[in-house]
Each structure stands twice: as structure tokens, then as C-alpha cells.
T-cell receptor
Framework: DTAVSQTPKYLVTQMGNDKSIKCEQN?????MYWYKQDSKKFLKIMFS???????INETVPNRFSPKSPDKAHLNLHINSLELGDSAVYFC??????????????FGQGTRLTVV | QKEVEQNSGPLSVPEGAIASLNCTYS??????FFWYRQYSGKSPELIMF????GDKEDGRFTAQLNKASQYVSLLIRDSQPSDSATYLC???????????FGTGTKLQVIP
């Protein structure tokens, strides 16, 4: 009964390929996120969806395309993978806050290695 | 200026001591502040959140918030080797749930 689950956990692929990472949450949360954590452990937001609607789109190459078929799922598709895309990608979800305090629950991460 | 700043460390403290982790943020309109702990190779997990000025205590952990100084800290009393991890400060701002993380402080508790 994992709260936020991502697949796959590890992904090794060649430059130029297209790949997808899937995320599902069973917490009933309205908001889902994709974060990228680089080799220096900096966790940077990429996208945020609220009830299937894109609300945050940080400066991310357009090779990255999120898709939210419903509020429990947020997938990340990456086209033409580059070496610099190698990182750990975390999916997270949170409730819309009542008073401005909310907790984000993270998936276990997907370690993407582009060779 | 980075939105959320932390000293990357490592911060080394002996077992039983108090570890003090600091964080500053740039957006004065920030609403809520979080401390996450991340063990190596694992996902971040929430330790505490705070949204009012002052101190908030939970067991061995105390979060301190000073909005005037745009400063938030985490104190860990009676530090244990199991507390060794990277501690991420996160700040909620904006109307759309944008949570911005700092670069994290690596804490090492030495037995």
C-alpha cells in the first residue's frame, strides 16, 4: 500500500532515446510534482499539477513533457535524452492546504543514467 | 540570490550533542517551512513543518522560525548516529503550492 510509487526505480538508456517514468499516488491528494535531484543533491522542482491541471512549469527543456491522465497519476516523458539528464527524479504529492501548511510525500525516486 | 540557502556542510557533531541546522529564504511572502531528512539513496521524508514565528518542538527536534529575518533553523538534541543524513530545508510560497528546496546540509553524528 505504497503512498507514492514510481516506476521504474532504475533506468539506464542511451543518448537520444525517449523514455517515460510513471507515478501514482493513493493518498487522495490534489497536487503532484516532479523534482530532479542532481549529483550535488539539489532537489529542484520541474512541474506541478493540481487536479490534472499544470500549475508550475519551471525552466525545463521542452524535451520533458508531463502528463496527468487523472489526479492520482503524473507521468514524465523525456525525448531525445542527453547525458545531462542523468539524475534522480522524484515524484511527490501533497494536499491543497487549508492554512498554508502541507507536507509533500515523495516516491522512492527513479535513478536515470544516460550513457 | 538562491531562493533557499543552506550551508552544505558536512556538519560534524559528537553523539549526544546538539546539532544546529540553518536556512535562509528570499521570498518574504513565504507561508510555510519544512525540514526534510534524506538518507543516502533514499527519498526525502518530512521531519517537521512550521508556519508561525517562534519555536516548535517535537521530541528531540525543534524548529525555529523568524520571518523578520527570513530565517528558519532545526535543532536536534541528543544527536544519534542514526541522525546522520542530509537535511533539506523547504519553503512553500506562492498561491500554487510551490515548494522550493535548499541544497541541503549533510550532518554527520560521530559515535
Amino acid at each position: 500500500d505504497t503512498a507514492v510509487s514510481q516506476t521504474p526505480k532504475y533506468l539506464v538508456t542511451q543518448m537520444g532515446n525517449d523514455k517515460s517514468i510513471k507515478c501514482e499516488q493513493n493518498l487522495g491528494h490534489d497536487t503532484m510534482y516532479w523534482y530532479k535531484q542532481d549529483s550535488k543533491k539539489f532537489l529542484k522542482i520541474m512541474f506541478s499539477y493540481n487536479n490534472k491541471e499544470l500549475i508550475i512549469n519551471e525552466t525545463v527543456p521542452n524535451r520533458f513533457s508531463p502528463k496527468s491522465p487523472d489526479k492520482a497519476h503524473l507521468n514524465l516523458h523525456i525525448n531525445s535524452l542527453e547525458l545531462g539528464d542523468s539524475a534522480v527524479y522524484f515524484c511527490a504529492s501533497s494536499l491543497v492546504p487549508m492554512q498554508g501548511a502541507t507536507e509533500a510525500f515523495f516516491g522512492q525516486g527513479t535513478r536515470l543514467t544516460v550513457v | 540570490q538562491k531562493e533557499v540557502e543552506q550551508n552544505s556542510g558536512p556538519l560534524s557533531v559528537p553523539e549526544g550533542a546538539i546539532a544546529s541546522l540553518n536556512c535562509t529564504y528570499s521570498d518574504r511572502g513565504s507561508q510555510s517551512f519544512f525540514w526534510y531528512r534524506q538518507y543516502s539513496g533514499k527519498s526525502p521524508e518530512l521531519i517537521m513543518f512550521i508556519y508561525s514565528n517562534g519555536d516548535k518542538e517535537d521530541g528531540r527536534f525543534t524548529a525555529q522560525l523568524n520571518k523578520a529575518s527570513q530565517y528558519v533553523s532545526l535543532l536536534i538534541r541528543d544527536s544519534q548516529p542514526s541522525d546522520s543524513a542530509t537535511y533539506l530545508c523547504a519553503v512553500l510560497s506562492g498561491g500554487y503550492q510551490k515548494v522550493t528546496f535548499g541544497t541541503g546540509t549533510k550532518l554527520q553524528v560521530i559515535p
